[in-house]
C-alpha cells in the first residue's frame, strides 16, 4: 500500500506507549494496532485530530505517501 503510517515513529519521538495514547483518544488499544501497523482500511479524520492533538504534530507527521510499483506495470 503506498501510504506509511508513522505512528509508531511519532510514539517514540514524544516517548508515549500505544496503551495511554489509546486512552486519551478514545479507542481501543487494539484499533489503535490496527492502524498504527498499517492494516486499517480508513481513518477518521476525528481520529486524526484527535491522535495529532495529543501527540502534538501534524498529520504528514503520521502519514506519508510513496509511489506503488504495482501500479506503474
Known amino acids: 500500500m503506498p501510504i506509511i503510517i508513522n505512528l509508531d515513529v511519532m510514539l517514540a519521538v514524544r516517548k508515549m506507549r500505544s496503551n495511554e495514547l489509546a486512552a486519551k483518544i478514545g479507542i481501543t488499544e487494539q484499533n489503535l494496532s490496527v492502524l498504527k501497523n498499517g492494516r486499517a482500511k480508513a481513518l477518521?479524520?476525528?481520529?486524526?485530530?484527535?491522535?495529532?492533538?495529543?501527540?502534538?504534530?501534524?498529520?504528514?507527521?503520521?502519514?506519508?505517501?510513496?509511489?506503488?510499483?504495482?501500479?506503474?506495470k
Not at 44 to 66: M, N, S, V, W
Request: hydrophobic share 25%; proline share 3%; aromatic share 4%.
Open 44 to 72: 477518521r479524520l476525528t481520529t486524526l485530530e484527535a491522535i495529532c492533538k495529543h501527540l502534538k504534530c501534524q498529520p504528514g507527521d503520521i502519514l506519508e505517501y510513496t509511489e506503488d510499483n504495482e501500479d506503474n
